[in-house]
């Protein structure tokens, strides 16, 4: 967010390449994508200032089915790497990828753009704000380093939409797009829009949607990721205010199908951004638990991207309920997303929280004290989860509340325990 990390950074960018693989064992399940330099595009497509190293000649991408995964926080970089030099996250980061992978994880989601800023080398946004000031070091390079020294698949998880505050908008420099929409009279409130505390990218605006693919190409142009993976996150309010200008410019008249038409347009341009790279590089999605949700609040058209090609390969919704919840019950709503996703070039996983343990649910209804009177959820959903054909994984969220739990710490080591005998039957 501080305009003193762009240097360092554009450094960084000039250097880093796709060369980060290492000499990783490969288990049997894992697919192979085809090398990332034979399928390569030129960099000239993508629209930045500085110039880029073309990726290394030899990259190993894995994907597993089942996937067996855990998300990896913008949060916890509060922890490992705000004021830490390169080997102490380096450690910190191994120590936490043997934990998932001694559990069975064999996939891991890092958050590398929670909020228009960037924990990898990046021309288009500010570095992010835990990586402090001074920060000399990448920390995806780090990370894809580690996890793919255990064997995980490592994809960066970013939110293509959700910005920042007035006060980190402020900080940023000049040079990136974003900060120059937003000094913009014409495009602030049109291309930017500010909703709650925050500002995000209205994706109604094919410059605005070029900017989002072009964050993506930046990423896996430059690195050996394994997938791009989107967060639920897309339109922030049901207000019609939120993109008045740009419908009453299209001269729809349904509000709803064109917030969704508008979020398939971006959701199918960042697809083919990744494909056009290495089609073999997976395209990942987790939207909200509840059809309504989707369509209601975040404008999701998952229907659509989990009965077509072309969206994603993998939907992971957020069924972070129990199975007591009144509105959205566990076994129920997986059961729905199964029979909901009809495409065969695109898998299903179910997301699951452990952050619920040993707290009151309180949305869940009749079912608000489930988690309080109930020590075994997380275990009992992997179970069925596993037990369903239509269902090739599980994804846990996240690290924090399955290994440092502030709740229930006893119960959730003994959940750890026994997702571990599940995952590695």
Request: net charge negative; charged share 20%.
């Amino acid at each position: 967010m501080r305009t003193g990390y762009a240097g360092i950074f554009a450094a960084v960018l000039l250097l880093c390449g796709c060369t980060f693989h290492t000499g990783r064992a490969v288990p049997e399940n894992a697919q192979f994508c085809d090398n990332l330099a034979d399928r390569v595009q030129s960099l000239e497509q993508l629209h930045l200032t500085t110039t880029t190293a073309p990726p290394a000649e030899e990259t190993a991408c894995v994907q597993y089915d089942p996937t067996y995964a855990m998300w990896f926080p913008v949060m916890d970089y509060a922890e490992t790497l705000q004021d830490k030099d390169a080997e102490s996250f380096r450690a910190e980061m191994r120590r936490r990828f043997q934990q998932a992978a001694d559990m069975g994880i064999n996939t891991v989601y890092l958050h590398v753009r929670a909020y228009w800023d960037a924990y990898y080398a990046s021309a288009l946004f500010p570095v992010g704000e835990y990586a402090g000031e001074t920060l000399d070091f990448d920390p995806l390079e780090i990370m894809l380093e580690e996890a793919h020294e255990l064997g995980l698949s490592a994809h960066a998880w970013i939110n293509p939409m959700r910005g920042q505050t007035d006060e980190g908008m402020q900080q940023m420099g000049t040079q990136f797009p974003v900060k120059q929409w937003y000094e913009d009279t014409e495009k602030r409130g049109t291309y930017l829009v500010k909703s709650g505390v925050l500002w995000w990218l209205n994706p109604a605006y094919p410059e605005v949607c070029q900017l989002i693919a072009d964050g993506v190409r930046e990423i896996v142009a430059q690195y050996p990721v394994d997938g791009i993976h989107l967060d639920d996150y897309f339109y922030p309010t049901a207000d019609a205010a939120f993109d008045a200008a740009a419908f009453g410019a299209s001269g729809e008249s349904d509000l709803t199908q064109f917030r969704l038409a508008q979020t398939n347009a971006m959701v199918q341009q960042i697809y083919q951004t990744v494909k056009s790279v290495n089609p073999a590089l997976q395209v990942s999605i987790s939207p909200q638990g509840t059809m309504h949700g989707n369509y209601e609040s975040q404008f999701s058209d998952v229907r659509r991207w989990a009965a077509e090609a072309g969206y994603c390969d993998v939907l992971i919704p957020q069924v972070y309920f129990g199975f007591e919840n009144e509105v959205a019950p566990f076994a129920e709503t997986t059961a729905m997303w199964a029979e909901t996703v009809t495409c065969p070039a695109v898998s299903l996983v179910v997301g699951i929280g452990t952050h619920k343990m040993g707290r009151e649910d309180t949305w869940a209804g009749s079912g608000s004290q489930e988690w309080l009177e109930h020590s075994d959820i997380p275990a009992r959903q992997v179970e069925l989860i596993l037990s369903m054909a239509q269902v090739h994984g599980v994804a846990i969220y996240d690290y924090a509340t399955t290994f440092q739990p502030e709740t229930a710490v006893e119960a959730m080591q003994q959940q750890v325990e026994e997702i571990q005998e599940l995952l590695r039957r």
